[in-house]
């Protein structure tokens, strides 16, 4: 499990936005999870993550999205700008009970 953390403020209100990932037990796909927040800066802690996973020889990285986020569209835009592709597939995360779009990046 690899993190990354950023403190994003808005006004007088802070937001920690953590970024989390990891390597499936084959190592071929990488898993990122889309912090509940984003910003722009929140940018390099995203490439940050790509570069692991292609340090480590993944192929293909996958961000996990929760559908149920009030930006979710633009989420999703921003990351398709990014060059990610949406899959057709869903991720649910029975723990916190929740359904995560996933949007494939090949590194490769």
């Known amino acids: 499990m690899v993190e990354s953390s950023e403190v994003i403020t808005s006004g ?5 936005a ?6 499936t037990s084959d190592g071929g796909s990488f898993y990122i999870r889309a912090p509940n927040t984003t910003s722009p800066t929140g940018k ?5 993550l ?10 293909t990285a996958w961000m ?14 921003a990351f ?11 991720f ?5 009970n929740k359904i995560h779009a996933l949007l ?3 590194l490769e």
């Not at 953590?18 to 390597?23: C, E, G, K, M």
């Not at 790509?50 to 192929?59: F, V």
């Not at 649910?92 to 916190?96: F, I």
Request: glycine content about 6%; some cysteine.
């Open 18 to 23: 953590q970024w989390s990932a990891f390597l």
């Open 80 to 90: 398709k700008f990014l060059g990610f592709q949406l899959s057709q597939s869903v």
């Open 44 to 48: 390099q802690s995203l490439l940050s």
């Open 50 to 59: 790509l570069e692991i996973a292609e340090s480590l020889g993944c192929t």
């Open 104 to 106: 494939r990046y090949e």
């Open 92 to 96: 649910k995360d029975t723990g916190s």
């Open 64 to 77: 996990l999205v929760d559908r149920q986020r009030f930006d979710f569209v633009s989420v999703v835009s």
């Open 12 to 16: 007088a209100t802070a937001h920690d």
